[in-house]
């Protein structure tokens, strides 16, 4: 599992850096066509949604595997060690359940929209949407991985 870990991981960061890039280069690329050119492109700002959409739950993911989301622990470090032990496996729980939701509505989702085009690009709405779903199974494989295998305290990424 732990190499399955660090090689998912790796595509996802890898993946970051490509989306990151790409808006990047595309919103450059629709300034410098508007105000310099001034000849604005017609599907660079759809893109860059598009693209921004992706990012943000791809990233979502990477910082559930580097427990880098918010939170407030205060009221758990209250407890002693075996309550926050109980504590942190509901929160687990809790995160795969919210990510079994996202998955299965996000499936749902991706296939109503699978029949739509954008307005700009024509590109199929699936693919923006695929998005939510994918992320969710992520995220769910990640606190699974934390939940069974991780014994730091769900606190940060061993070494």
């Not at 992706?54 to 470090?77: C, K, P």
């Not at 695929?130 to 494989?141: D, Q, T, V």
Request: charged letters at 15%.
């Amino acid at each position: 599992m732990t190499a399955i870990r660090k090689y998912l991981i790796k595509l996802e960061e890898y993946l970051l850096v490509l989306l990151i890039g790409a808006m990047t280069v595309v919103t450059f690329a629709q300034v410098f066509f508007r105000f310099v050119l001034n000849s604005p492109l017609a599907w660079s700002e759809e893109l860059a949604r598009y693209l921004f959409v992706w990012i943000t739950f791809i990233g979502a993911s990477v910082a559930l595997h580097r427990w880098g989301h918010f939170q407030v622990d205060i009221v758990v470090n209250l407890f002693p060690d075996n309550i926050k032990k109980i504590i942190e496996s509901a929160i687990y729980v809790l995160i795969m359940l919210f990510a079994s939701i996202i998955v299965y509505y996000g499936f749902v989702l991706t296939q109503y929209t699978s029949v739509q085009l954008s307005p700009a690009l024509q590109l199929n709405m699936a693919v923006p949407y695929f998005a939510l779903p994918l992320s969710g199974l992520l995220i769910f494989f990640h606190t699974l991985e934390r939940f069974l295998f991780n014994d730091n305290g769900g606190k940060g990424e061993e070494k």
